[in-house]
């Protein structure tokens, strides 16, 4: 809910709006003015890629993966790491396109035993307390910082110092969310009463599922999948899939070769013929592939803020009404090939 | 944020797992189970049968919408049954798809007054004022009734019987969000203090941008549009287009056949040329086309707010942890073929 700053959102923009020659920024053009300082360089062992056979018309379609960063998911990344070094999803295909939530690929046998492609040595078997973190880290988080017990006019202060009065974030799947190694995280709370004061921190921390987030598929649980089979998201966040599944990263190039995939007419959007199904040629370590150098942009940078303000706020040309806020899947983490030296 | 309703959410669980026998059923399972009595009748009146070019394979491609409900955006929807009963729609072709966005159909030389195809008579003119409804109904939201003035302490107790203290619907971008007629709103608030108490009612509703909402393309301000340019929503539910463009419907039938479309690759995903552009044979009305009966599952019903709640708290049996809460672009309104008697 949001009473309050809706109103207050009004008298801040009236101000802006004086106090600034030509139009505001669009949230594309605040990202364009980061200076290089700013943009965090992806490690190559960070990347995947994936190489689908060509189109109908010969088309090359490749798709980049970025692995989650620690400490979440480590277990399952090092999994994929282990899978893709042994070349293992070569020859495997996407199996399932459901409209409006994942495209999803691996062995189209996997769940039959005798025909199921033999996994390569080593592979961890992860538990379900692995889908959250309370060890995790220090939080930067977009609507306030987090470090142990703070009072709640504390974290108001903390707002306003940091984004202005101007923008909401609530979310209804968590008590709180924000950005961590250029990630998007829900957060759990504890919260304690003491006197007439209310403290919060975070408890648990987990990654969340936003458009292009790649999971790990799997069975009924005990099973938490060995990172085999995956999935991305290709429609309106299913955040009711957090801490249900494995996160394990996102695509950062080429998501349109998955997106625009014909959907299945089988149950869960699985193809139901052999020539449905798209083969992936080989999913390659970005050490182990001609790969383009990406960066994101430095989820705690001074910019990130702002852009972030501006998605919940648009006040470029276009808009007439800025709507106040945004929910964390609608603040995409921009990222970026490196420019040519 | 959701740090109360979280822990108590745990605790109602543990209490419904031990009451039920079997596993706690699916949303799909819990819309199975509604009555006839709670599915609504989709007049003929409000369906758009859009036919598009058969696809390489000489598939038929058709994709059905319904419009939206009075009082909304009611101008533009007349507009556009104008144009669909003058058949000005047939031979204009979807000329942008954008990943994660909007796929956009119409005049692809719309803006070339030289070129453009000439609009029928009798278009309506409408103003920005339309984009919310301050004079909005009755509304039955799935978080309370709010019929005037309430006090805070009323809305906590109407939250509690409605769907018990388990789920969680707050929202960035509006006070409050609920459905109506079978659509989502968002709502802003008034507040008024008074003695200790806080008193809060609906000022504004306004339709939201979920995923397969349709919506009228425009110039920018003051131009509002005329429905003769649409676009529909393939992906992450843009909310920050709501109150700045008007929409009209949803599709309730084929939407594959518009998600499912290569990404344009100008600007904005336009199509570069126009062999890239898929031409529309025809969108007629409802009322002269052949097309099945829709009807939708009544949204003020107890099957309804039940399906709601488990979207919020998922317990069929993949699920480890429900989320405890969901956006209301997380509740997508079940809408289905009326079955041959």
Redesign the interface.
Known sequence: ????I?ATAALVLATSATAQDGPAPSPHEIVAGAPQSEWVAIQREDLLVMTLAPD?DGNVRRVVIQLMPAPFSQGWVKNIRTLARAQWYDGTSINR?Q??YVVQWGDVDGEDAAKAKPLPEGLQVMG?DE?ARSDAVKFFDVVWGQLGWRSSSEIVQSIRTQLGPRA?????????VGFHSGFPFGQ??E?RHQSDAMY?RTADAWPVH???MVGVGRS??PDTGSGAELYTVI??????L???TALVGRVIEG??HL?????GTGELGFYESADERVTIESIRMGTEAEVAPFEYLDTESATFARYAEA??N?RD???????????I??IPVPVRRVAAQ
Chains 1, 2 share one sequence.
Do not use: Q, W
Request: aromatic letters at 12%; hydrophobic letters at 30%; glycine letters at 6%.
């Open positions: 809910m949001k009473h309050v809706a109908r396109v409209d409006n379900e889908y909401d974030f609530d979310d209804a799947y968590s008590a709180t759990s709370s919260i919060i936003c458009y292009g009924y649980s429609g309106h966040a299913p955040r009711h957090d801490r249900n998501i349109e997106s625009s995939l014909p959907r998605r919940a648009r040309p276009f808009f007439i009404v800025p709507a106040g806020g945004a929910d899947c609608n």
